[in-house]
């Protein structure tokens, strides 16, 4: 008898939930301890100022794997998902680049 | 049409009467029974941290350091700022009218996760009683805002204790900025859509935003003072290496948008009633709500405003004041756009009215001192006077208090179901005016004379305005008792309310006074605008029942 | 008329799972993923504040830094990388694994990865213990002598010693940083025992799974925290 709900957005209710198949479980794995062996190697190459860069990149590849195949980012029809984890990273970028906007200029004239 | 649950005993089930006893309270998990609780507690802290400000008035009334010892003297300011801001301004509105009218104003039965809402009550208290502790054991004096080496290798007082409170309470702030996000996208009723939603609601999410996202930094700020006092670890010493720079970096990208968050719950009441009083549509509701999320957005991008003379390099200093002017620019637009709902509107002066008028003029006048001092040139004479000091005041009592005191006039109906005397609830407010005024506007001419802050000693010639703050401070202290007085009076002898005494636009109007548990008597579905002072007949009338027989 | 209790038993009644302010049980599965991703937010924006205080050290330390970072184990460090992400699989494969209807695989995934927990803290411990030995903990009896990264191929008399107070620093912020992450770890362990012991009992379905759903969430972001963790402690100019 109670009104069934809601004016919220369009969620995964009429698409079961999605499973995700065991070689792409498999797979993501295989990435991410392939990535750990390229950084590490990596780490012993001297690439000069890229190598921050590519330790970062490389770190960067293998949370995004996480994030889309692990966490279901990928699966879900959730736009409201994609936004909160782009906010989160977007003000931490703030932080960290304001922040340095600071320390690096401090010895110019 | 649905009817009133009523009890054999002839008495309609309210959230009040559905269960007595301290356990149906201390583990309630109605939305609206935790919001009393919150009431309860952030008033007993109003009074403490308005205590410490009184001593502080006291104090200054003489230019030599009479009262109290310098350190005694920063141990005042300190409690004063750290009790308002961690326990009074921030948790305020959201606690309090947040907690009780959002569930109500979307049409839900309660908020999302309504254990975690009375967890998040919990933690205040914890955080509250770390406080206490801290007072009590001798206080701390690093002022408000904790600043390193000062805070983290000089100070022998209860630096550990005070920072544990304020990461505390900083969770509970965490969890009901969570929670109200949560509630606010996935339990509004049939048709009510984001652009039906009431401003109190559209405010209180950017302010959710600010609180799920800004204090964590906050807390992991106060994590790393509690190691570096404990061990030692030079992090923001500069004998070891430290930057004292990076804690204030950290300290302010949370506490400038706090706030923020101070405020725009604020803002969201102040939409209410003057929409209500002035019986019209707010005007541009679509730019009222892009303000506040701009609010919430730009007010994160500001924080090094508060470090210009800090040490921080010119150019992230330049940056900093453009971004801040930028701020300015959606609060500006909020107060142009409730005069603009004023305008040719059928106003009336009841008490919340009085106090949205106070809080539109008081709040223009800190936010334009606020510009003032994002403009570099200003802020190296200012910075640290008592100019600062009146302008945050301004903001924050001259508009969240007075916005918060507004909201609960006119919520007051519906949270107790009954009416305050009108009549002191104008004299009350007319009283709060005079004294905050009086307070806080010699202030801003002592600030621009030089008189620093934090200080207990100044030169004679700067007395007459120390007394007429003075003065202010006690007309403001009994403009601030008589609420309490009366509505506490209210609850025994005051008329019982009608479901919409105000004839206001809002579902929350659209259930008893007060409300069932549940909120409403059957889900309502809604299919009119906000705001539609112009047709409030299309809305469907709700049969009166009083409580009891 | 209906009392409002008994609105609550009949709601009840479609699905024990089903808590009475939510209309369906979508609803509430949304609800709680939502909460569950917020959450994740601010514990980005938690971690946030201390890679800031290391990306500020490290630009002003650079040298510094890159010595200290070489005292760190780095065959230890890979190995607990490598033990983190055998984790997030098993999360993966005890979700599918309800997903599936199959409880004592479900049980036995979470097993595995409460195994997999605790034995990224006991290398972190042995990682730890370490540190203390060598005096590289930061506090009274912090000891550090050691060069700057390259400087063996100089003689002996030109080569130039790392700041200790700024491999304190780095030091300082490894602990807080591993610490933090640990004291993490720790929770989701005991969470997951939690969650096993449930799962034995057979209170998950294919229909209600949530709170493994939702503890996988902060077990994968648990993760992603130590992939950027051992990429900036332990890797900086380990070329040299």
Redesign the interface.
Known sequence: MSEHNSASEPTSEQTPEHISSLGSCLAIWVALLAGTTLTVAAAFIDLGPFNTIVALTIATIKATLVVLFYMHVKYTHEKLTGLVIVSAIFFLFILLALSMADYTTRLWR | MA?A??SDSGER?TYLNSGYGLKSWLLTVDHKRIALLYLMSITFFFFIGGFFALLIRLELLTPGGGLVQSDTYNKLFTMHGQVMVFFFVIPGVPAVLGNFLIPLMIG???????R?NLLSWYLYVIGGILMIYTILNGGVDTGWTFYTPLSTEFLKTNVISAALGVFVAGFSS?LTG??F??TI?????????WNRLPLFVWAHYATS?IQ??????V???I??VA?ERL?????FNPA????P??FQ??FW?YSHPAVYIMILPSMGIVSEIVCCFSRKRIFGYKAMTLAVVGIAVIG??V??HHMFVAG?????AL??SLLSYFVAVPSAIKVFNWTATMYKGSITYQTPMLYAFGFIGLFTIGGLTGLFLACLGMDVHVHDTYFVIAHFHYIMVGGMVMAYLGGMHFWWPKISGRMYPEGWGKLAALIVFIGFNLTFFPQFILGYMGMPRRYHMYPPEFQILNVLSTAGATILAVGYLLPMIYFTWSMRYGDPAPSNPWNAAGLEWQTHSPP???NFD??P??TWEAYNYDEMDEIPEIREVPVAN | MQTSQAAVDEHAHENPALLHHFATAEQQKNAAGLGMWLFLAQEVMFFGGLFCAYLVYRYKYFGDFGSASQQLDIRLGTTNTVVLICSSLTVVLAIRAVQLGKRMALVFWLLATILLGLAFLGIKADEYAEKFEKHHVPGPSFNYHELLPGQEKFPAAERQYANPHHAEMFFSLYFAMTGMHALHMIIGVGLFGFLAYKAWRGKYTPKYYTPIENAGLYWHFVDIVWIYLFGLLYLIDRHR
């Open positions: 009817t649950v009523v089930e839900a039965k309660d908020l999302a996760f309504p975690i965490i969570l929670n996000i949560v996208h996935r339990m509004r009723a049939p048709g009510m859509t935003i799920v996202l800004g204090t964590p930094v807390a992991i700020t994590v790393l190691l061990f030692h670890l030079g992090v070891l290496g430290g930057d720079l990076l970096h950290l990208f994160f991008l924080w090094a921080i390099s010119l150019y992230a940056i900093f069932p548990t549940f059957e889900q579905v809604v």
